[in-house]
Nanobody, 125 residues
Framework: VQLQAYGGGLVQDGGSLRLSCAAS????????VAWFRQAPGKEREGISC????????????VYADAAKGRFAISRDNALNTIYLQMDRLKAEDTAEYYC???????????????WGRGTQVTVSS
């Protein structure tokens, strides 16, 4: 049961990247999945989350102010993957990006917070 973020890299100011968060061992579409980031010397901050695609939440999406208008979260249920499309990147977006699953129940265990390994995004000015 894990989440694995990948797709980071070095990009110039104003460029784009698409991060992927691959879920394994559980079906991600039934859970809230969020993207966080942490820059050196700063606290981890939430960027965006997408609610489960069933139930009353109906796949509701939320963005932090820093992401509004530039980032887009989406999911591909067939691939069990959540994406974060990041456009018009800025130097202040430089950070390690992580994906997070909340309240995951899988293989006889409950994970209040399931964190994946991060992927580094570096934006050069």
């Amino acid at each position: 049961v894990q989440l694995q973020a990948y797709g980071g890299g070095l990009v110039q100011d104003g460029g784009s990247l698409r991060l992927s968060c691959a879920a394994s061992g559980f079906t991600a579409q039934y859970y809230v999945v969020a993207w966080f980031r942490q820059a050196p010397g700063k606290e981890r901050e939430g960027i965006s989350c997408i609610a489960s695609s069933d139930g009353s939440s109906g796949g509701r999406i939320v963005y932090a102010d820093a992401a509004k208008g530039r980032f887009a979260i989406s999911r591909d249920n067939a691939l069990n993957t959540i994406y974060l499309q990041m456009d018009r990147l800025k130097a202040e977006d430089t950070a390690e990006y992580y994906c997070n699953g909340k309240g995951v129940v899988a293989q006889g265990k409950w994970y209040r917070e399931l964190w994946g390994r991060g992927t580094q995004v570096t934006v050069s000015s």
